[in-house]
């Protein structure tokens, strides 16, 4: 089991961008795929990116496809997920995720560790 810590969220201007961080801490964390999922208020949470355990396979919503970019950091035990051209509709609290597999994942219900959850508002 690793233990998730999210930041960087916080209120930004439509148009603007911003950069999660999520700091993992116990297990091996190049044995885990990671992935960033939101949730709205009223609405259920949704997939945003994941990554493979080294980095070479990267998925992405198709709503953040193009505006999101997810990498990861072995050493530090880090996965970020930078965000640009971010639109009101981007506004969640913002989730990082572990999954103990080879295989990246775009359901929730795949992934066993979870962060706190950083909120993103994003004002017209």
């Known amino acids: 089991q690793t233990q998730l810590v999210e930041s960087g969220g916080g209120l930004v201007q439509a148009g603007g961008s911003l950069r999660l961080s999520c700091a993992a801490s116990?297990?091996?964390?190049?044995?885990?795929?990671m992935g960033w999922f939101r949730q709205a208020p009223g609405k259920e949470r949704e997939f945003v990116a994941c990554?493979?355990?080294?980095?070479?396979?990267?998925d992405y919503a198709d709503s953040v496809k193009g505006r999101a970019t997810i990498s990861r950091d072995n050493a530090k035990k880090t996965v970020y997920l930078r965000m640009n051209s971010l639109e009101p509709e981007d506004t969640a609290v913002y989730y990082c995720?572990?999954?103990?597999?080879?295989?990246?994942?775009?359901?929730?219900?795949?992934?066993?560790?979870w962060g706190q959850g950083t909120q993103v508002t994003v004002s017209s």
């Open positions: 990554i493979s355990r080294y980095g070479a396979s990267t």
């Open positions: 116990g297990g091996t964390f190049n044995n885990y795929v």
């Open positions: 995720a572990a999954r103990l597999s080879v295989l990246t994942s775009t359901m929730w219900s795949q992934y066993t560790d």
